[in-house]
């Protein structure tokens, strides 16, 4: 008799759970994403609930009666208090929040991980039951956490085809000519956003790590999906961002500026944020490009505005917004149509001195770069380079002999910062 009780009570478990998730699966079925699925869980558990990604940031919640949890301030102070006391603990396990002694109002419940490809992208929080948790709501949850991950999975499919969709759109517009403006124009109403209007290119990329060493392919390729949809969901958050996509190592962002309440650099400043707050491991450089009113303007914004981003990172500078009107002259150089000629200039001036630093293995351009960059003062150049003041003092001798000027003229001096600024834009010719 009791094996056939318990048989029966384990088959009770089976069908209640097998009902919940039949239930959940026609949320995910009919449109639902994360929102539905925590107010169909509440419903069913009589508990509150939240959902939140890899990074900690909530997605959905709602309380116990289903209602959703942006309405109700309880369900996430709820949700805050339980984080606080689970720490860092959630892995792929799932984590048991008994009643805290001594505390009869404080949050109990269960954290269940929601894994997608073998990685956790998030956590299903069941919190407050109006009664304990049995073995029915334990497999439900399970069950419920499998479902998110389908419906995350749906979401994330959905936005690879928008993204590439996208991608292979910029791919056009920054290469556009006059025959193909009016397709450009229907293009972009088709995905969203409306090219009549002036629009504002950012290009956002993440740093580089300061530390040596490979960054795995994978590791990298997720950190650039991460970057992409933070990205993303700030956009829409601000409701000013119109097409978001990636282009070789870098998110690409069009800005309508009448569209929202805030300029593009307010909204630049304000991602740079997001991303301190919820990148794990590295921050990003995030350049603002000059408004596009026709078309044939995006590919040279687009270059412009990676140029100023490559500028930067290159000088070693990093987790910051920067614009054309931020980098002084070198905004001049970047916008010159024909470089070719710069760089020309740049070769007859740096060239012996580079060439000379090759056959010898010396670091006379160095030293010429270092001196300039700390105000000709022979002192802090050397303190800077590590050598004694009299080896810079020498060096420079050496460079007025190489190129036949006097660093003391301040023609010659002119001339040697142009081109060491067109270097530093257009890099230095081997």
């Not at 318990?6 to 998730?21: F, V, Y």
């Not at 339980?82 to 799932?94: I, M, P």
């Not at 954290?111 to 997608?116: A, G, I, R």
């Not at 760089?343 to 007859?348: D, G, I, K, P, R």
């Amino acid at each position: 008799m009791e094996e056939a009780a318990s048989l029966r009570t384990e088959l009770e478990i089976k069908r209640q759970a097998d009902d919940h998730h039949r239930e959940l699966l026609r949320v995910v079925l009919r449109g639902g994403g994360p929102a539905a699925i925590a107010e169909s869980v509440a419903t069913m558990l009589g508990c509150t609930v939240a959902i939140d990604d890899a990074a900690g940031r909530l997605l959905a919640s709602a309380g116990s009666t289903g209602r959703p949890g942006s309405r109700d301030p309880r369900v996430g102070a709820a949700y805050e208090q339980a984080r606080a006391r689970v720490g860092d603990e959630v892995d792929l396990e799932t984590v048991v929040l008994p009643p805290e002694p001594g505390q009869p109002g404080g949050t109990e419940g269960l954290v269940v991980p929601v894994v997608l490809d073998e990685e956790v992208a998030g956590h299903l929080w069941a919190l407050d039951p109006r009664a304990p948790f049995g073995p029915p709501q334990r497999q439900a949850l399970s069950n419920a956490a499998a479902v998110v991950a389908l419906a995350l999975l749906k979401e994330r499919t959905a936005q690879e085809v928008e993204w590439r969709l996208s991608r292979d759109f910029f791919d056009d517009l920054f290469d556009a000519d006059v025959q193909s403006a009016e397709t450009l124009h229907a293009r972009a109403r088709q995905l969203g956003a409306d090219l009549s209007r002036p629009q504002t290119v950012l290009v956002i990329r993440r740093d580089p790590l300061e530390q040596s060493g490979v960054v795995h392919e994978d590791r990298a390729a997720y950190a650039q999906r991460s970057l992409l949809s933070l990205v993303q969901r700030t956009g829409a958050a601000w409701g000013g961002a119109t097409l978001t996509a990636t282009r070789s190592d870098h998110v690409v962002v069009l800005w309508d500026d009448a569209d929202s309440k805030r300029s593009a650099l307010d909204f630049a400043e304000h991602l740079r944020r997001e991303i301190q707050a919820y990148a794990s491991g590295w921050t990003a450089t995030i350049s603002v490009g000059p408004r596009c009113g026709d078309v044939r303007e995006y590919g040279d914004a687009y270059r412009l505005t990676c140029g100023v981003l490559d500028l930067v990172q290159q000088s070693d500078r990093r987790d910051r917004v920067v614009s054309l009107d931020s980098i002084g002259a070198y905004g001049l150089l970047l916008q010159v149509k024909r470089p070719q000629e710069l760089q020309s200039f740049a070769e007859s001036m740096l060239g012996t001195v580079h060439e000379y630093d090759r056959r010898h293995q010396t670091r006379l351009g160095d030293t010429l770069h270092s001196f300039m960059s700390n105000r000709c003062n022979v002192s802090v150049t050397a303190k800077a380079l590590h050598v004694h003041p009299n080896t810079v003092a020498y060096r420079l001798r050496r460079i007025e002999e190489l190129l036949d000027v006097d660093l003391s003229d301040p023609q010659a001096m002119l001339h040697l910062q142009l081109a060491l600024m067109i270097e530093g834009v257009l890099g230095d010719q081997e």
